[in-house]
């Protein structure tokens, strides 16, 4: 099937009715929790979860996936009207959008961030249709030695871009990895870390593990903390960006596109990183970088199409090689786990229709987050006054319900409130949660890739240092992973030699 046949077949896919439906219930759901502050896509996620359980896999995916670019979209919201990003990735629009609001100019700024995200939402779409293929094409000459380093690969540059302390990301990722390894072996028939607790011989079950971490730790962190929402009252008029801010946004919305895309591919790269590096080239870039933070127009449209960039590049590793780059994409690697389903190079063959089925799902997502965005920005206006009392208490009770509804399990709820606490705590002495998940999910993967690597050498651990691909990854790793020694063996050297 060529790639015009291809992209056809998809969009016979994506538009029968239940797919639109969750196309929109996930595009809808993403905008909601991107202007709500204090949740984010991976909390959202994690309470939908659950509710896929019940529908295909094709359909559960199109929602998810519309929950993550639909969040950020949502989040420029309330970065313009109450400076409050709704989005980890909305922290840079704050900046200037924000100035344009009180400069009578919220309605140009939703507009430049709307029109802007949707254009390079589609320049995303069309780069993964292009390069997702011929990358799972190639991939299909990987075996168990090249799939293990580059997990280990993905894992380690992951940790290596944590906004934290390296040290303790490696201590989170290492946590991940036993938590996967929870249950009965599936080599020898063992109990591993069950404790003699009979629920844990399957495992520990990744909703009650990531709404803990990610849905109830929010809550508890949020309850200490005053926010102050001051909604700024100002007639959304002119949503239609001018022709003046059309010439000031070209160059900003194409270079952030394109810089968003490639980024996301990345292991850690994702939005968040994509619009603060669109923000600082932009800023390189203009011929008066002093208007920046006071209310320029290009400081809008570059993040704001960077970070919606990123969610198509996000893909293209997760589909086509099974590794996900940030850990939105682990969450919608686990969906895919749990609804039988391997993600791989395998993947666009043995399930074309699920495959462009979610690529031309964003297509159709993006056209539908344009009309929420514009004619509906009142409405979210209005949802921005919502107070935390009524909300987190609704964000709770949707995770109790979510966790028991997987297994009709006490137990589930139970590691669900654990690992709600545990989450907080991770919070307030600056763990991060990302790497202890995405450790979680290929943990099994990275287990079983070993083991098959082993198997094929009889036992030699030289096998990952005699395959080219292979010896590439595992050199890099080590080097991610030591890298951070350097600076302070240079630092150190030359008191030790005035001592």
Known sequence: MD????????????????????CFIGVFIGTLVGVLPGIGPVGAMSLLLP???????LGAIIMLAGIYYGAMYGGSTTSILVNIPGE??????????????????????LGIAAFGSFIAGTISIIGLM???????????????????????????????????????????????????SVGIDATSGKQRFTFGILELNDGIGLVPLVMGLFGISEVLLNLEQKVKREILKTRLKGLLPSRLDWRDSAKPIARGSILGFFLGILPGGGALISSFVSYGIEKRLSKDPSKFGKGAIEGVAGPESANNAATGGAFIPLLTLGIPA??????????LLIHGLQPGPMLMKNHPDLFWGVVTSMYVGNAMLLVLNLPLIGMWVQVLRIPYRTLFPLILLFCLI??????????????????????????????????????????????????????????????????????IGMVLAIFLVFSPLLPWVTKKRPVFKEE
Request: glycine share 8%; net charge neutral.
């Open 3 to 22: 790639l015009l046949g291809s992209i056809l077949y998809g969009f016979s896919v994506a538009l029968t009715p239940d797919n639109l439906l969750y």
């Open 326 to 335: 940030n850990v939105v994409m682990a969450m919608l690697l686990g969906a």
């Open 88 to 109: 980890a990735a909305s922290v840079v629009t704050c900046l200037d959008g924000y100035q344009m609001a009180m400069q009578g100019r919220a309605g140009p700024a």
């Open 130 to 180: 292009l390069v997702a293929p011929p990358l799972a094409e190639a991939a299909l000459k990987f075996g168990p030695p090249e799939y293990f380093t580059l997990m280990a690969l993905g894992m380690t540059i992951l940790i290596y871009l944590a906004s934290g302390s390296i040290p303790k990301a490696l201590m989170m990722a290492v946590l991940g990895i036993i938590l996967a």
């Open 402 to 471: 979510g966790a028991y509804a997987v297994n009709y399990s006490q137990t589930d709820v139970l590691i669900m409130i654990i690992f709600g606490v545990i989450g907080y705590l991770m919070k307030k002495f600056q763990y991060e949660g990302a790497p202890l998940v995405l450790a979680y999910v290929l943990g099994p993967m990275l287990e079983d890739a070993l083991r098959q690597s082993l198997v094929i050498s009889n036992g030699s651990f030289a096998i990952f240092v005699t395959r080219p691909i292979s010896a």
């Open 51 to 57: 509710t896929t359980f019940h529908v295909s896999p």
